[in-house]
């Protein structure tokens, strides 16, 4: 089972560029979501999909839009990336919104120049 | 918002020394996750407390849920250096308007010299 996969793995963008990070899970888990990791901050929830279906906002949603494509892809993307979007990001899964734990993937690391 | 803080930010220690975490919301809290980030990787689920009081250990590591579910805790006895890494827990507040959203505290790094 691969679990969560991310992809690319690493990105260098120009200012203004557009972007979509893609994930995937293969665990049949109904909710999936993304967080950016920036040194000291944590992780931050941006978008979330608790089912097929749905999205809702999260901590940051701001410069972000996401896609739920089908149970099991949900991607992310920036439309006009800026420096302050430099970041790790990670996809996770789990089997619903409430009481389960969440599988990570092994994320993207993003530079906005 | 909600907000979920973890103290201390960083901790070095000796292997063999015992190293604890703590976690404090500031919202009732429905649930607690912790999960364990190696250097470089990605996080991993440790664990989850539900009940108000709950004690759970895994080997060396012991997981407290406040009575109030305004705070948890992680000890890790007689740390060795495969512990190495960063301890975030991660809260969901009290509401079904708050489904789905798992709030991550800053995270603890811990040290562990041979």
């Known amino acids: 089972n691969a679990g969560v996969t991310q992809t690319p793995k690493f990105q260098v963008l120009k200012t203004g560029q557009s972007m979509t990070l893609q994930c995937a899970q293969d665990m049949n888990h109904n909710s999936m979501y993304w967080y950016r990791q920036d040194p000291g901050m944590g992780l931050r929830l941006i978008y979330y999909s608790a089912s097929e279906g749905t999205t809702d906002k999260g901590e940051v949603p701001n410069g972000y839009n996401v896609s739920r494509l089908n149970k099991r892809e949900f991607s992310l993307r920036l439309e006009s990336a800026a420096p302050s979007q430099t970041s790790v990001y990670f996809c996770?899964?789990?089997?619903?919104?409430?009481?389960?734990?969440?599988?990570f993937g092994s994320g993207t690391r993003l530079t906005v120049v | 918002g909600q907000q979920v803080m973890q103290i201390p930010q960083y901790q070095h220690v000796q292997e063999g020394e015992d190293f604890t975490t703590y976690c404090n919301s500031s919202?009732?809290?429905?649930?607690i996750q912790w999960y364990k980030q190696r250097p470089g990787g990605h996080p991993v689920f440790l664990i989850q407390?539900?009940?108000?009081?709950e004690v759970k250990k895994q080997k060396r590591l012991t997981f407290q849920f406040g009575e109030a579910k305004k705070n948890s805790s992680l000890h890790i006895t007689a740390t060795q250096t495969t512990d190495v890494g960063t301890y975030f827990c991660?809260?969901?507040?009290?509401?079904?308007?708050?489904?789905?959203?798992?709030?991550f505290g800053q995270g603890t790094t811990l040290q562990v010299k041979p």
């Open positions: 996770a899964s789990s089997e619903g919104p409430l009481l389960y734990g969440y599988t």
């Open positions: 991660a809260g969901r507040a009290f509401g079904s308007s708050n489904t789905g959203k798992l709030i």
């Open positions: 407390l539900v009940k108000s009081g």
């Open positions: 919202t009732t809290l429905s649930n």
